[in-house]
């Protein structure tokens, strides 16, 4: 789940964070595992890793005004039509007004940031030419084949 930001603000107390939040999408967050490992053999940053073309594609973006907060319901990921991961967003280590709240503490959130919130277990590798379908309930589903 991706959460989007739609107001400024920086050390935002946690029960003010859901006010800055203009909406919520499902994305990818996709990492080059191959240059990770390279990444942590070298103690480089892992920048590299998460910076490549399609690398967190985003779909549509659903306004708060209209789902409220999601703080409950089924996130999955199919991989060619296989669960490979499943969970609920209240299984999320940290809640959306936790993350909006601790993130603002390292700098300003401005409208349109969006915020990866984390994935249920099971992440691995996908392939070109794999077509992978996340659902967040309540939030929407976004396909993508990898190019």
Not at 64 to 84: F, M, Q, T, Y
Request: glycine share 14%.
């Amino acid at each position: 789940m991706v959460i989007v930001i739609g107001r400024s603000g920086e050390n935002i107390p946690t029960d003010a964070a859901l006010e800055h939040v203009f909406g919520y999408a499902v994305g990818f967050d996709m990492i080059r595992r191959d240059i990770m490992r390279e990444c942590i053999v070298n103690e480089h940053s892992w920048d590299l890793c998460k910076s490549f073309a399609g690398a967190s594609p985003v779909g549509d973006i659903t306004p708060a005004s209209e789902i409220g907060h999601p703080d409950a319901g089924s996130i999955s990921l199919k991989v060619n039509g296989e669960i490979r991961q499943s969970g609920d967003i209240s299984g999320l280590i940290w809640n959306t007004a936790e993350i909006v709240s601790r993130l603002s503490g390292y700098g300003a959130l401005e409208p349109g940031d969006i915020v990866f919130t984390g994935t249920p277990k099971g992440p691995g590798p996908v392939r070109r030419g794999d077509i992978l379908t996340g659902s967040v309930e309540g939030v929407g589903t976004l396909r993508i084949q990898i190019g």
